[in-house]
């Protein structure tokens, strides 16, 4: 019988949006109204909890609380003279609970992301007291010693996982966002951010002296995987590093593969990543060159798998968004693009942009796992890329034709499509339609499309939740973009304008992933 449920992706019939002052400054106010909405719908629906009954930020309320203090952190950006604002804080602190999860740490779950562990509490317990502090280094509080040792066993038992480890009856790979030890890297790595008083300090030092060591287990563990699938397949598809996400199976995308894991490891010191550019650089390159083979789309894993779906993912999980998401990470590494940057690279970009905005406006809604304004946040963080950090770019391409001997860049050459405002532009087109899509936009009348209302409604990864912190960083970007503007049009250096660089701090990248550098808060 044939499928005759909705497609996969909705036709795109959006046009970008003009980029000038009076757009950016119209969809800032559009863009902060559906975050206090949100907030208020997201807060009145998600149940405050009687007692730890889930474990994983990805959904339920955990991911909510982390929400809401991604929100706290960012409100000076958000904050509306004209009306007042949610209490972001008080949101979250109704959603973080004392104590922990009646569930034991797992070599399998080691992630605050999805894992039924403590580790969500734990994290989400020292996010809070940091949040007290208003976000201020110089408070410098001090942490349960309950959570300090329970982040101690996760550290230590992640240092023994190998790249395979146990779950059920099958095995996994131990490394994902999702469910592995890159997911506790980045709660490592934005801990370590901040500042404690002497004693907490002390008692946290020696799980911050794990992090060079799960970093080096984490590369040792993709050359492993690597391994074992040129040992299986032979090394025509291979790549310098590969993760499972099951047994056999070679997976790409953010939440479940290689691209959210090499995101989290570029948040690492420049010292702690040093020894392995070589082998980053040409993991990046030959995953650009296994997307441009497929006109910029990513497959789901190797060997192929299909799970019935009628082409290939564009989203988060599984497709392009994460491959986007990593070479934005990539290109604000300074030492990694000087030595490793090439052409494939801003093909990738550009191919996969396309594909985004082609197939991007998917049919499960807005959510940050498979939705449109997870698909669009990748591109906020390319317009950072090419606004910021062009002059590094361009030097990266010049010592590149030094390299190859060649006075130009072979052809395609796709570098002068690479604008700030070729992503903003579009970036901004998804977020404000995906004000269109369940919860938050329950009439159908005022859509052509019928979007599926999500299976946690409310939650980070699948729900509202996930839109408002999307809707949140995007004011962040609109507000640094502006200040720039008038700064520059009065001919004044904006680099050290304390408002500008307030909004540019509020940038926290993409919720459990990053992409932006370990501001602090995941």
């Known amino acids: ?10 036709e795109n019939t959006l046009s970008p949006l003009p980029i000038n002052t009076e757009t950016l400054a119209k969809s800032f106010q559009e863009l902060r109204d559906a975050v206090y909405v949100g907030s208020e719908l997201v807060h009145a629906n998600e149940t405050v909890p009687e007692k730890w009954s889930v474990g994983g930020m990805f959904k339920h309320f955990p991911g909510v609380a982390l929400a809401f203090l991604r929100l706290d952190y960012q409100s000076s950006v958000l904050a509306d003279a004209g009306k007042p604002s949610p209490d972001f804080r008080d949101f979250a602190s109704q959603r973080i609970l004392s104590g922990f999860p009646d569930c034991p740490l797992l070599p399998s779950r080691l992630s605050p992301a999805g894992s039924f562990s403590p580790i969500a509490a734990a994290t989400l317990h020292i996010l809070s007291k940091v949040a007290q502090t208003n976000w201020q280094s110089h408070s410098k509080p001090s942490l349960a010693e309950e959570d300090i040792n329970l982040l101690y066993d996760a550290a230590n038992l992640a240092l023994q996982n190998g790249h395979l480890v146990p779950h059920g009856d099958q095995k996994m790979g131990g490394d994902e966002m999702l469910y592995g030890r890159a997911g506790l890297l980045w709660v490592l790595l934005n801990i370590r951010a901040h500042e404690f008083d002497e004693s907490t300090q002390k008692a946290l030092s020696p799980i911050f002296d794990t992090i060079p060591r799960m970093v080096d287990v984490i590369i040792d563990a993709g050359r492993q995987g690597a391994k074992e699938y040129i040992q299986e397949h032979g090394e025509m598809e291979a790549h310098p590093l590969m993760y499972p996400w099951m047994e056999g199976r070679y997976s ?10 090499l995101t989290i490891l570029l948040s690492s010191k420049p010292e702690e990543l040093e020894k392995h550019l070589p082998i980053l650089g040409s993991t990046i390159t030959a995953l650009c060159k296994l997307s441009n083979a497929t006109n910029g789309h990513l497959p789901m894993a190797l060997p192929p798998m299909s799970f019935g779906q009628r082409s290939e993912f564009v989203q988060l999980c599984h497709g392009s968004p994460g491959t986007l998401i990593l070479l934005s990470a990539a290109l604000k590494n300074g030492p990694l693009t000087r030595d490793y940057w090439c052409p494939e690279w801003d093909q990738t970009i550009y191919l996969g942009t396309q594909r985004i905005w082609e197939e991007g406006i998917l049919s499960k809604g807005g959510s940050l796992c498979h939705g449109i304004s997870g698909n669009a946040w990748p591109w906020l963080m390319l317009h950072g890329v090419f606004e910021y950090h062009s002059s590094d770019i361009n030097e990266a391409r010049r010592l590149y034709t030094n390299r190859a001997g060649i006075s130009s860049l072979p052809a395609p050459d796709f570098s002068k499509e690479l604008t700030p405002d ?14 269109e899509t369940r919860p938050y936009n329950t009439a159908s009348a005022n859509t052509d499309k019928e979007y599926r209302m999500p299976d946690d409604p409310y939650s980070l990864y699948e729900g509202l939740a996930g839109n408002i912190c999307a809707w949140a960083e995007t004011c962040s ?3 640094a973009k502006l200040r720039k503007i008038e700064l520059s049009e009065k001919g004044v250096p904006y680099e050290n304008d304390s408002a500008f660089q307030q909004a540019m701090r509020s940038q926290l990248g993409f919720p459990l992933i990053g992409g932006n550098g370990a501001a602090g808060i995941l």
């Open 422 to 435: 070729f992503f903003l532009s579009k970036a901004l087109a998804f977020m404000l339609h995906s004000r």
């Open 1 to 10: 019988m044939e499928d005759t449920g909705p497609p996969q992706y909705y």
């Open 252 to 261: 790409f995308g953010a939440a479940h593969g290689i691209t959210g894991i």
């Open 477 to 479: 970007v609109l507000q």
